[in-house]
């Protein structure tokens, strides 16, 4: 069993979503929208916010859990905040995609800032 995400790695309350929404960077990827914001903290932070767009709770939470594993493999960005839109597309494909898709959002943010 892999471990998850520690409870400082999580963003659960709405005001830490609107703040991302608000003052961070937007990226569109081919599976999910990334917000990403410095945070000033020496971890990343992730928050998901599947609506009722995305399906039932069922797909809601497979998105959820599918997407926190991606953060949790991929820990690139110590000090930002990462809000994650899943888009529906997201649940049909294979894991590898999600990553690569994840990866190159945050690559294609990282250019745009340099």
Known sequence: MTQGLSPQERIRRRAEFQRVYERGSRVHARFM???????NLPVARLGV????????????????????EVFRRNKVLPGFDVVIVPR??????????????????????????S
Do not use: C, Q
């Open 33 to 39: 929208t990334l917000f990403i914001l410095a945070n």
């Open 49 to 68: 916010a599947a609506t009722r767009k995305l399906g039932d709770a069922v797909d809601r939470n497979r998105a959820k859990r599918r997407l926190r």
């Open 88 to 113: 529906r597309e997201l649940l049909d494909a294979e894991f590898s995609s999600l990553e690569a898709d994840y990866r190159s959002a945050l690559r294609r943010r990282a250019r745009a800032r």
